[in-house]
């Protein structure tokens, strides 16, 4: 356990709802990622925050992707209008900006199913 | 349990022989390169990483060998153990960059 959470661990949706999944990071990071990871591949990074502030985001992330960070602690990632192609695993990664830029403390991740 | 990889490249490795994985990147501006280990039904754990400054780099039982020249990336595993067996994937972190890039993963399969 990294101590970085994530909530669901498994979600199963209709195609066209709305998703949210939620990370808790480890309290003194203050750097948050979500990745995408399909079967068969590595993770590939969507998009990150600093506090609050969301610094990057990947082309991967459609328009129908939205995520927040309001008080700099825990995250949200909303998909809506989902697509059987959105069916992955939504990980979340955190580190504090003290740490090596590689230290990144990856969550058990979020299991998306769309039927 | 769930997998994390269906057709994922597999090596069989006898318990108590060593593992050599391997890994090509492609980008020489990475400053980091990285290998995780990720178990079924959970995220990557991070294992080992090695500066770009360096060729190899030593842990418990893991050891990091970085080829620049062709680059490859190797990890070998001493003593393989059945808690071995799992995912493994290598990165890399570009410099100046945030977001890590992961490559291909293997399938360490421990044999008894």
């Known amino acids: 356990d990294t101590g970085v959470s994530q909530n669901p661990r498994h979600k199963i949706t209709k195609r066209g709802q709305n998703v949210t999944f939620r990370c808790d990071p480890i309290?003194?990071?203050?750097?948050l990622y979500w990745y995408r990871q399909t079967l068969g591949q590595g993770p590939e990074f969507l998009t990150y925050?600093?506090?609050?502030?969301?610094?990057?985001k990947s082309r991967l992330l459609s328009d129908r992707f939205s995520a927040e960070r309001p008080k700099g602690s825990f995250s949200t990632l909303e998909i809506q209008r989902t697509e059987q192609g959105d069916s992955a695993m939504y990980l979340c990664?955190?580190?504090?900006?003290?740490?090596?830029?590689?230290?990144?403390?990856f969550g058990p991740g979020t299991r998306l199913t769309v039927l | 349990g769930e997998s994390v990889g269906l057709h994922l490249p597999t090596l069989s490795v006898q318990e108590g022989d060593n593992s050599i994985i391997n890994c090509a990147y492609s980008?020489?501006?990475?400053?980091?390169f990285i290998w995780y280990k990720q178990e079924s039904g959970k995220g990557p754990q991070f294992i080992i990483d090695?500066?770009?400054?360096?060729d190899k780099r030593q842990g418990q039982r893991v050891t990091v060998l970085l080829n620049k020249t062709v680059k490859h990336l190797s990890l070998q595993i001493a003593a393989t153990q059945p808690g071995d067996s799992a995912v493994y994937f290598c990165?890399?972190?570009?410099?100046?960059?945030?977001?890590?890039?992961f490559g291909k993963g293997t399938r360490l399969h421990i044999l008894p």
């Open positions: 309290s003194e990071h203050n750097r």
């Open positions: 090695i500066r770009s400054n360096m």
């Open positions: 925050f600093q506090n609050e502030a969301q610094l990057e």
């Open positions: 990664a955190t580190r504090s900006t003290g740490l090596r830029p590689d230290t990144q403390y």
């Open positions: 980008n020489s501006a990475s400053d980091y």
């Open positions: 990165a890399e972190l570009p410099r100046g960059d945030d977001k890590i890039i």
